[in-house]
C-alpha cells in the first residue's frame, strides 16, 4: 500500500496540460529508473491505473512530485466507463484518441537540453488535435517501443530521436483544434454542434471539409496533417450554421454536378463512404439521419433501396430510369413533356433529353395521367376504325383535335377527342332496319370525288342521316349512309379510286411495290377526281386495278397456295419459264397468271 506523504528528493516541473504519464515518465528519469512501468512498481502506483487516468494514482503522484493534482487530472485522459474517458470538461469515446502512438512537437524537442524537460500534453493524445498550440508546428509521431506497455513512457522513446523541423501549420488552419480545446477548457456549448458528442463533432468536421477542399474521391489514408487541419477549419465553418447549414452545402455540392449525370455517393464521395462504415457506432446517426433524409428528398432513391443503413420508405423524385422502371413511361414522351415545363433540354437530335431537376413524384403522377389520355396516331386510328391517313385528315379538317405540344415530330390525340367525334355521328344514326341501299361513308365518298374527311364534315354540318347495322356503331366504318341523301352534294360522276394501301393489302404486295406499278404504267392515277388528296400520287383508277389484278397475282398470294417455302416456290416458277414483271429488286414479285397457270 502507498504510504509515502512526502515529495521525492528529486522533482521536475510541471506545466497546466501536462498529462499525468508525461509528468511521471520524466520524474521517474529524474530519480533514475529507466521504465516508468519499474518507477511505479518501485513507489506502489498502479501503472495501468495511472495509464487511465484513474484519481487515487494521479493523487499519489501529485504528492510524490510536490505538484497539485486538480490541473494534472483535468490534462489526463481518465477513464470512466468502458470506451469512454473525461478530458477536461469533455466526455470523449475512446475513437477520438491515438493513445498507443506517441505524437510531439519537434521545436519542443529542440528547445531543451535533456529528455526529461520535454513535456507532452494530455490534448496530444486527441486524434484532432495535430499541432502545438505553442510553436505551431504539426506534431510528428514517434516509433513505437520494443515493449507495447511502454508506449505513454515518452522520455525513454525521446532518447536519440531527431525528428525534422515539422510543417508550419497556417495561422486560419488550426481552427478545429481551438474549438476542440475549447470544449475540453470549458465544456460544451448550447449550439447544435456543441451538443454532438466530441468524437462525433471533430471528424464530422473533418470529413466534410475534406470532401469541401480536396473532393469526393480523395483517400483518407493520404492526407497529410496541413491537409487535415484545412478540412478541419472548412467543416466548422459549415457544421457552426447547424443542420441547416449542412443540408445547404450537400445542395450546393448537387447543384455543381449536372442532374442524373452521377448517384448520389459519387457526389459526396469520401464523406458519404465514412458515414457508410460508422454503422456500429449509435452516436453517428444524429448526422446519418440528416444526410440520410437529404438524399431522399434530394436525389431519386426507389422504395426499399439502403442508405445509409436504412430504407427508403418512399420515393418523392424521380429520374428519366426510374420513371420508365416504375411507371414504364418512355425517355421520349416523357422528355417531349417536361421540355414544356422548363424541367429538361432535347438533345440536338431531339430523341434524348437532360433533367435540368428531377421530376417530383406528385408532378410524374400528374404526368402520367395527362399522357395516359393521349395516344399515338397509330393507335387513334385503330381507335375509330379508319387509316392513320384519313386520321390526319379528320384532323386537318378540325373533327378531331390533335395535340401537337410535343414538339412537330409527332402527333398525339386524347381518347376524350375520339369519343366525341364518334358521338356526334351516333347522334345522327338509328338502326338500318329493311334499308338494303345504304354504303359506308368512304365509299360514298370515293362516289362523290371527295375525301372521306371532306364528306365527313359535310354530314355533321348538314346534319344527313346516318345508319348502323346491329345493336350499336362501335367504329366510323361501322357508319352508313343513303346515297339519295347525298343528292346535290358533289354530283358530277367521279371515276373510283382504290388507295395504295388497299391495293396493296389485296394484292398482297408492298405498298412501295404498289407506287412503282404506277410509275411503270400498270396502274393509272385518276384523271377526273376534284380532290386535291386523291390526284396526290397515293390513289389509283378502280377500274385498271381490276383489270391488272384479273391477269397478275404476287409472289405471296403462289406461297400461301402451296404451302411451299418462298425459295423454292420461286424456283419452281423461274424452272417453268414464268418471270416476274420487271419492277426492281426492292419490289415483291408479281407474275402474270397465264405464265404460273
Known sequence: MFTATKPLPLTVPTIVGESATSFASRLARRNGVPRLIAFCSDVGIDYFALVNGDPVEIQRLAVLGDIDPVPLQAATPSLIEPGRFRLGNERIKFTGFIRTTLRICPMCISEVRNTTEIVHHGVWQLAAIRTCVKHGRHLVAVPKPKNGNDCFDHVPMLDGFQPTAGDLAASQDPELERYLTDRILTGPGKSWLDRLPFHIAAQTCEMLGALLTLGPRVKRAELADAQWAAAGTAGLSILRGGPEA???????????????????????????????????DRDFDVVRDIVRDFIFKNFPVTVGSTVLGKHCPEQLLHSFSTAKQVFGIPHHRLGQKLVTLGMAKPHASDRFYTLTRYIPTAMLTDIIAELGARISAKEAAKEIGVETVVLARLARHGLIPKQSEYGKRSTIYRQEDLKAFLEQLRRLAKPAG?????????????????????????????????YFEGECADNFRAFRVDPSSLHGIYSKPQEPVVSSWSVARILKISRPTVYRLRQAGFLAPPTTRKSAGIRGGKYSCKKSFEEFQAVHISLTELIERSGR?????????????????????????????ADVA
Not at 256 to 279: I, M, N
Not at 573 to 593: D, V, Y
Open 246 to 280: 449542412l443540408r445547404q452545402k450537400l445542395k450546393e455540392i448537387q447543384d455543381s454536378h449536372p442532374v442524373g449525370e452521377k448517384r448520389y455517393r459519387s457526389h459526396y464521395g469520401v464523406f458519404f463512404d465514412w458515414l457508410r462504415f460508422r454503422d456500429d
Open 565 to 593: 417455302s418462298p425459295d423454292d416456290k420461286f424456283n419452281y416458277q423461274i424452272s417453268n419459264g414464268a418471270l416476274p414483271l420487271p419492277l426492281g429488286l426492292q419490289s415483291t414479285m408479281i407474275f402474270r397468271r
Open 434 to 466: 329493311a334499308n338494303n341501299y345504304l354504303i359506308d361513308v368512304s365509299t360514298a365518298a370515293c362516289r362523290r370525288g371527295v375525301a372521306i374527311a371532306v364528306l365527313t364534315k359535310l354530314i355533321l354540318e348538314c346534319r344527313i342521316p346516318l
